[in-house]
């Protein structure tokens, strides 16, 4: 019924970039402008965590100290799209990358509210 579909990861070197993006598609998801959006990342061996989140209206955001600097979340209500761009990339950012929605004006970084969750898309950066 709705479906966020990542695309853009990849395999780049360290201090590069990378621009994934997150696209929302549904019959109940026509009003993609009510959603609060964010990204998670896991990382092999480890728990899954909150990257960055942005508000349902895209004034809101909230980073992982991890990224702050690097990365930098936006939203296109229009296209119903989210994408989140990462520079001077680190192989500690080496992780599936997941994008989540839901109902909110913000949520931040509990998990346990976002209602819809992508199917990933693999992030490499190599040394």
């Known amino acids: 019924q709705v479906q966020l579909v990542e695309s853009g990861g990849g395999l780049v070197q360290a201090g590069g970039s990378l621009r994934v993006s997150c696209a929302a598609a549904?019959?109940?998801?026509?009003?993609?402008?009510?959603?609060?959006m964010g990204w998670f990342r896991q990382a092999p061996g480890k728990e899954r965590e909150v990257v960055v989140a942005i508000s349902r209206g895209g004034i809101i955001t909230n980073y992982a100290d991890s990224v702050k600097g690097r990365f930098t979340i936006s939203r296109d209500n229009a296209k119903n799209t989210v994408y989140l761009q990462m520079n001077n990339l680190k192989p500690e950012d080496t992780a599936v990358y997941y994008c989540v929605a839901g109902n909110a004006r913000f949520i931040g970084s509990e998990r346990n509210r976002y209602e819809y969750w992508g199917q990933g898309t693999q992030v490499t950066v190599s040394s």
């Open positions: 549904g019959r109940t998801f026509s009003t993609f402008s009510m959603y609060a």
